[in-house]
């Protein structure tokens, strides 16, 4: 396994667990007690991984709404702003992710 493919699977793993964490609605420190984690290597990725998060850019293109077909639904998400959006069948969940980061975090 290369540097790179190590450094890959480690992002993922963190990303994972921070989100695992934040669905769950345990504390940090009961989380990592549960899985034998450090709280400070999981403060420092979820910090890194909040940094990357407000640093990339998703290209979002804006199109007419096609006509639904019946028992086509789409899936909204309401934001803590105020904002939704809607995806349809077969949507990337790690764009969706990336996207909510960027306008939840947008003034």
């Known amino acids: 396994m290369t540097q790179r493919e190590r450094s890959e699977k480690a992002w993922k793993k963190w990303r994972g667990l ?26 420092w990725w979820k910090k890194r991984l909040q940094e990357e998060a407000t640093t990339k850019f998703v ?3 804006v199109t007419e709404p096609a006509a639904s077909a019946p028992g086509d639904s789409g899936v909204e998400v309401r934001l803590r702003n105020g904002r939704s959006l809607i995806v349809g069948r077969g949507f990337d969940p790690e764009h969706l992710r990336a996207l909510v980061v960027v306008v939840e975090t947008a003034s």
């Open 18 to 43: 921070v989100s695992e964490q934040a669905r769950s609605g345990q504390s940090v420190s009961g989380f990592c007690r549960e899985r034998n984690l450090a709280a400070s290597h999981f403060y």
């Open 59 to 61: 290209k979002v293109e």
